[in-house]
């Protein structure tokens, strides 16, 4: 029901700063939780962040809390990841998704839709 495209992501050094864009299409984002999720090499794909409907209320995982930061415009149709004092652990492909609901936020199958995800690179 609801398209997403990821963009922003890029090579970064250690310490510095990204923010991804996720725009969706369609006419009731509103109606839908918002997450990001990451998957480096080898790896299983992994929780970040998630907010919802309304933006109101935000969960992150403990591994990035305190350093990123999730937003949604809806009026833009549009959700953010803000990432700070980034490291190389945080390397990998990022992804957008949507689900409804406010439940087992780090469940991926419990989301519906996936963007296709932006590749971020952080270098030591």
């Known amino acids: 029901q609801v398209q997403l495209v990821e963009s922003g992501g890029g090579l970064v050094q250690a310490g510095g700063s990204l923010r991804l864009s996720c725009a969706a299409s369609g006419r009731t984002f509103n109606s839908y939780v918002m997450g990001w999720f990451r998957q480096a090499p080898g790896k299983e794909r992994e929780f970040v962040a998630a907010i919802s409907r309304g933006g109101s209320s935000e969960y992150y995982a403990d591994s990035v809390k305190g350093r990123f930061a999730i937003s949604r415009d809806n009026a833009r149709n549009m959700v953010y990841l803000q990432m700070n004092s980034l490291e190389p652990e945080d390397t990998a492909v990022y992804y957008c998704?949507?689900?409804?609901?406010?439940?087992?936020?780090?469940?991926?199958?419990?989301?519906?839709?996936w963007g296709r995800g932006t590749q971020v690179t952080v270098s030591s």
């Open positions: 998704a949507a689900r409804v609901g406010w439940i087992k936020l780090q469940v991926v199958y419990e989301y519906d839709s």
